[in-house]
T-cell receptor
Framework: EPEVTQTPSHQVTQMGQEVILRCVPI?????FYWYRQILGQKVEFLVS????????KSEIFDDQFSVERPDGSNFTLKIRSTKLEDSAMYFCAILGLAGGVETQYFGPGTRLLVL | AQSVTQLGSHVSVSEGALVLLRCNYSSSVPPYLFWYVQYPNQGLQLLLK??????LVKGINGFEAEFKKSETSFHLTKPSAHMSDAAEYFC???????????FGQGTELSVKP
């Protein structure tokens, strides 16, 4: 099973500040995803990223969000001006092959708290 | 809009009892179906997936799920619950390989001694 790490595990920030969440796959992958889970709610898709381009994004993924792969390894999610409602657990996922089927494998998440 | 419904936000069973977690999806086209488990303070771990190869899918930790097209369901079962099964379980669908996952709202499983 492919391994994914995320940093930081927890982040507390003030409203209006920028945050960068990082995802580091252990091996080479081309397809990445970000999801978020607001406390008590379902996991929601934010964006998928393939071959250094956004392939799909949700309505949640507005102009305050951006993704990039700055060094060919890390995959980052940037929130430019955080809002209270951005407080959530953010999960990175990568696409791996399991039993001949492409499957998403998730990192442990970053818990973001906006005050 | 495509959606996934998990009946019961909380299910409680006794140790050794049958576990049944329900999942229904809304689609005329059979999707790819997944069950993920989330233990406290951890990420999402893949339990099993349906890919049209077989309607009964076996996963890790003794779990299995059966795809029923006529009922648009993919319920998760385990014959005998163990204390370590206590976690949150998420059903998810995707309509193409590598496409976004659409999650249900999750079911929290409690196991009583």
């Amino acid at each position: 099973e492919p391994e994914v790490t995320q940093t930081p595990s927890h982040q507390v920030t003030q409203m209006g500040q920028e945050v960068i969440l990082r995802c580091v796959p252990i091996s080479n992958h081309l397809y990445f995803y970000w999801y978020r889970q607001i406390l008590g709610q379902k996991v929601e898709f934010l964006v998928s990223f393939y071959n250094n381009e956004i392939s799909e994004k949700s309505e949640i993924f507005d102009d305050q969000f951006s993704v990039e792969r700055p060094d060919g390894s890390n995959f980052t999610l940037k929130i430019r001006s955080t809002k209270l409602e951005d407080s959530a657990m953010y999960f990175c996922a990568i696409l791996g092959l399991a039993g001949g089927v492409e499957t998403q494998y998730f990192g442990p998440g970053t818990r973001l708290l906006v005050l | 809009a495509q959606s996934v419904t998990q009946l019961g936000s909380h299910v409680s069973v006794s140790e050794g009892a049958l576990v049944l977690l329900r999942c229904n999806y809304s689609s005329s086209v059979p999707p790819y179906l997944f069950w993920y488990v989330q233990y406290p303070n951890q990420g999402l771990q893949l339990l099993l997936k349906y890919t049209s190869a077989a309607t009964l899918v076996k996963g890790i930790n003794g779990f299995e799920a059966e795809f029923k097209k006529s009922e648009t369901s993919f319920h998760l079962t385990k014959p005998s619950a163990h204390m370590s099964d206590a976690a949150e379980y998420f059903c998810a669908v995707s309509y193409n390989q590598g496409g976004k996952l659409i999650f249900g709202q999750g079911t929290e499983l409690s196991v009583k001694p």
